[in-house]
T-cell receptor, first 114, second 110 residues
Framework: SAVISQKPSRDICQRGTSLTIQCQVDSQVTMMFWYRQQPGQSLTLIATANQGSEATYESGFVIDKFPISRPNLTFSTLTVSNMSPEDSSIYLC???????????FGPGTRLTVL | QKEVEQNSGPLSVPEGAIASLNCTYS??????FFWYRQYSGKSPELIMS????GDKEDGRFTAQLNKASQYVSLLIRDSQPSDSATYLC??????????FGKGTRLHILP
């Protein structure tokens, strides 16, 4: 299995500010993803983080709001921009190794926007 | 729209009994299926994957797949209080993205 770390683990932010979440995987993986999980809800895919190119966003998510970087095979960042209370959620990084379809999750970042 | 459907529960099962969790999926192109366990306040943890029709056993867990019926299930034998969690069913679609169900809350009664 892949070991995935995220930081920060939690944060409380003011409306209108931005927060960048970092995700580090212990070994090279081909695919990295960012999910959001709102209270009591299941996982919603925000985007696929592509190494060296722009992320692929799902319907309802845009780059201006959730810019994503992936400078190498083991690291990615998700920024939540111009935050509002509706952005309060858990943000999860996920990764999958090449040649497998098994996907693992980081511990998550619990974001509260006041 | 591709979906994975689960009963949200809660499903209450006495300790030591068999817990049965079910889900259906809409994408006939899905070939890989997963069960994740999520404790409150924690991230999802993969507990089973299944790719072929039939049963796959791993310890107290058995996953069952019926592609004709587009149905996946998870059986937990000898249920323990530590099994109390939300169980997420997931399917890997033809677009190489995993779709998650909303999860079934399982409560094991001591």
């Amino acid at each position: 299995s892949a070991v995935i770390s995220q930081k920060p683990s939690r944060d409380i932010c003011q409306r209108g500010t931005s927060l960048t979440i970092q995700c580090q995987v212990d070994s090279q993986v081909t695919m990295m993803f960012w999910y959001r999980q709102q209270p009591g809800q299941s996982l919603t895919l925000i985007a696929t983080a592509n190494q060296g190119s722009e992320a692929t966003y799902e319907s309802g998510f845009v780059i201006d709001k959730f810019p994503i970087s992936r400078p190498n095979l083991t690291f990615s960042t998700l920024t939540v921009s111009n935050m509002s209370p509706e952005d309060s959620s858990i943000y999860l990084c996920s990764a999958r190794r090449g040649g497998t379809d098994t996907q693992y999750f980081g511990p998550g970042t619990r974001l509260t926007v006041l | 729209q591709k979906e994975v459907e689960q009963n949200s529960g809660p499903l209450s099962v006495p300790e030591g009994a068999i817990a049965s969790l079910n889900c259906t999926y809409s994408d006939r192109g899905s070939q890989s299926f997963f069960w994740y366990r999520q404790y409150s306040g924690k991230s999802p943890e993969l507990i089973m994957s299944i790719y072929s029709n039939g049963d796959k056993e791993d310890g107290r867990f058995t996953a069952q797949l019926n592609k004709a019926s587009q149905y996946v299930s998870l059986l937990i034998r000898d249920s323990q209080p530590s099994d109390s969690a939300t169980y997420l069913c997931a399917a890997l679609g033809g677009d190489d993205k995993i779709i998650f169900g909303k999860g079934t809350r399982l409560h094991i009664l001591p």
